[in-house]
């Protein structure tokens, strides 16, 4: 693996530095044009002829952490496809369920081509970690799983990305569900997945009892997309709270979504982070509209993580999304309404950091904010004056880090 310096950048819109990578980790950092700078320079010219030395000139732009997608579908993507009208009226989550199901195999490209495509596009617009849900149901069956196993390992070089068994047409409303998940666990899956336990399946206890059991089985994380609003998603989030503190699953469950704690009194909602953070149960959000905003700066608070992601997108679901995370950075402040710098930086820390410690609990970068010695060699480049206006402007001209390697330059994969 080359050694890289990345010279001239600026970590979080701080003073300008040089950044030595070697190994996947960063090394050492020093103060652009210091003479510890010009010393290293020395060295990496007399070094030159016996290493691999890639030199990547950063031209004071910011540097971050990548971001991370901690909720995407990659198998029901149509980016890079013709768009497509969407009619279907949204009765209840079972009309757009169906919507899928009637259109999926006549997209126009397979799930393995889509699903490739999407994730190569993330990447050069700067995303390296992901988090993506594979669906498995009486209607596919494991063919959309092969398809994001198949883009995973595309794109192996320049992501890492997780898969989870995802029911989305439930558990018990078909026969033979649960069997096809179990089957995908045994063939590269790395969480299990469940969905509205009482409003999909209407038997929670059953549905997860059959999460959880698996998980804990086949030694996997849990991820649990909970639309459920109101007292109905309190009551669903409260049975996987218990089943986490018997089964001390700590720091293995997310739930995405979580549009109860939107209805919850004050009050109730911050007993409900206390036990969330205790227990290091994660959320993930995709920074939806004002009907299910999660409240950002209150769940930071309570110690609770959380991380970003583009859910479907331009699917046979929604018209939304574009791969581009630092433009779901910018809704998230937005629906947040997030004006102070320091504010729009927390929804930038949760679309990079936020979503790391989510995949991976043990991520800690402290105060480094992940551009630090010894922090993995995840970063992308972008030009800014301050973090903020990079989240206002979502310029181009950005180059992508993954593991130490240069994986992506101005919107192209290397």
Same mark, same amino acid.
């Given at each position: 693996?080359?050694?890289?310096?990345?010279?001239?950048?600026?970590?979080? &819109?701080?003073?300008?530095?040089? /950044?030595?990578?070697?190994?996947?980790?960063?090394?050492?950092?020093?103060?652009?044009?210091?003479?510890?700078?010009? &010393?290293?320079?020395?060295?990496?010219?007399?070094?030159?002829?016996?290493?691999?030395?890639?030199?990547?000139?950063?031209?004071?732009?910011?540097?971050?952490?990548?971001?991370?997608?901690?909720?995407?579908?990659?198998?029901?993507?149509?980016?890079?496809?013709?768009?497509?009208?969407?009619?279907?009226?949204?009765?209840?989550?079972?009309?757009?369920?169906?919507?899928?199901?009637?259109?999926?195999?006549?997209?126009?490209?397979?799930?393995?081509?889509?699903?490739?495509?999407?994730? $190569?596009?993330?990447?050069?617009?700067?995303?390296?970690?992901?988090?993506?849900?594979?669906?498995?149901?009486?209607?596919?069956?494991?063919?959309?799983?092969?398809?994001?196993?198949?883009?995973?390992?595309?794109?192996?070089?320049?992501?890492?990305?997780?898969?989870?068994?995802?029911?989305?047409?439930?558990?018990?409303?078909?026969?033979?569900?649960?069997?096809?998940?179990?089957?995908?666990?045994?063939?590269?899956?790395?969480?299990?997945? $469940? /969905?509205?336990?009482?409003?999909?399946?209407?038997?929670?206890?059953?549905?997860?009892?059959?999460?959880?059991?698996?998980?804990?089985?086949?030694?996997?994380?849990?991820?649990?997309?909970?639309?459920?609003?109101?007292?109905?998603?309190?009551?669903?989030?409260?049975?996987?709270?218990?089943?986490?503190?018997?089964?001390?699953?700590?720091?293995?469950?997310? /739930?995405?979504?979580?549009?109860?704690?939107?209805?919850?009194?004050?009050?109730?909602?911050?007993?409900?982070?206390?036990?969330?953070?205790?227990?290091?149960?994660?959320?993930?959000?995709?920074?939806?509209?004002?009907?299910?905003?999660?409240?950002?700066?209150?769940?930071?608070?309570?110690?609770?993580?959380?991380?970003? $992601?583009?859910?479907?997108?331009?699917?046979?679901?929604?018209?939304? $999304?574009?791969?581009?995370?630092?433009?779901?950075?910018?809704?998230?402040?937005?629906?947040?309404?997030?004006?102070?710098?320091?504010?729009?930086?927390?929804?930038?820390?949760?679309?990079?950091?936020?979503?790391?410690?989510?995949?991976?609990?043990?991520?800690?970068? &402290?105060?480094?904010?992940?551009?630090?010695?010894?922090?993995?060699?995840?970063?992308?480049?972008?030009?800014?004056?301050?973090?903020?206006?990079?989240?206002?402007?979502?310029?181009? &001209?950005?180059?992508?880090?993954?593991?130490?390697?240069?994986?992506?330059?101005?919107?192209?994969?290397?």
């Amino acid at each position: 693996m080359s050694d890289v310096e990345i010279s001239n950048v600026r970590p979080w &819109g701080g003073d300008p530095v040089d /950044i030595r990578v070697s190994g996947g980790v960063i090394r050492e950092i020093v103060p652009h044009d210091s003479p510890s700078a010009e &010393g290293a320079a020395a060295r990496d010219d007399a070094r030159d002829a016996e290493h691999d030395l890639v030199r990547l000139d950063g031209a004071g732009r910011l540097v971050f952490p990548s971001f991370s997608d901690v909720h995407v579908h990659l198998d029901s993507t149509r980016v890079g496809l013709p768009f497509e009208p969407n009619e279907v009226e949204r009765r209840n989550l079972w009309s757009f369920i169906q919507n899928d199901r009637d259109n999926w195999r006549n997209a126009g490209a397979s799930v393995t081509d889509r699903a490739t495509h999407t994730l $190569g596009r993330a990447v050069a617009n700067g995303m390296t970690r992901a988090r993506s849900y594979a669906q498995i149901d009486a209607d596919c069956g494991l063919e959309r799983l092969e398809g994001v196993l198949a883009a995973r390992e595309a794109h192996e070089d320049r992501s890492s990305v997780e898969v989870v068994a995802f029911p989305q047409a439930g558990l018990l409303l078909e026969p033979g569900v649960p069997a096809l998940i179990e089957e995908g666990l045994r063939n590269g899956v790395d969480l299990v997945g $469940g /969905i509205d336990p009482c409003a999909l399946d209407e038997d929670p206890r059953q549905h997860l009892d059959i999460v959880f059991d698996l998980a804990d089985r086949y030694g996997v994380g849990i991820d649990i997309h909970l639309h459920e609003p109101g007292e109905l998603g309190l009551f669903s989030a409260q049975q996987i709270i218990k089943r986490v503190r018997a089964l001390d699953m700590r720091g293995q469950v997310t /739930i995405a979504h979580a549009f109860f704690l939107v209805g919850l009194a004050e009050s109730q909602r911050a007993q409900v982070l206390a036990e969330l953070a205790e227990l290091d149960i994660a959320l993930a959000t995709v920074a939806p509209s004002s009907r299910g905003t999660l409240p950002l700066l209150e769940i930071l608070e309570a110690g609770v993580r959380i991380g970003l $992601g583009q859910d479907g997108q331009r699917d046979y679901w929604s018209p939304y $999304g574009n791969t581009d995370m630092l433009d779901r950075t910018w809704q998230l402040a937005f629906t947040n309404n997030l004006r102070r710098d320091s504010d729009i930086e927390r929804a930038l820390e949760t679309a990079t950091l936020g979503g790391a410690r989510v995949i991976d609990p043990t991520t800690d970068h &402290g105060a480094s904010r992940g551009v630090g010695v010894g922090d993995a060699a995840d970063l992308v480049l972008l030009p800014g004056e301050y973090p903020a206006s990079a989240v206002m402007d979502r310029p181009g &001209g950005r180059t992508v880090v993954h593991a130490g390697r240069i994986v992506a330059e101005d919107g192209e994969l290397l």
